[in-house]
């Protein structure tokens, strides 16, 4: 996939029959350091939700 310059994306998955996907709160950690890691250099990020069954960016 090839993303644009000053475009919006909205970024989500969720666990197959809305299964957990974060069971511990290092899983929660786990993502938010992938995110600081990979996105954060690279976009503005203008909000983010983790729940136990779903992410957002």
Wanted: neutral net charge; aromatic residues 20%; contains cysteine.
């Amino acid at each position: 996939m090839q993303f644009v310059e000053e475009s919006f994306y909205h970024i989500y998955n969720r666990g197959n029959d809305k299964q957990v996907i974060f069971f511990l709160e290092k899983n929660y950690e786990f993502s938010i350091n992938k995110i600081k890691l990979h996105i954060v250099p690279h976009a503005n990020l203008l909000a983010w939700c983790l729940m136990p069954n779903t992410f957002i960016y």
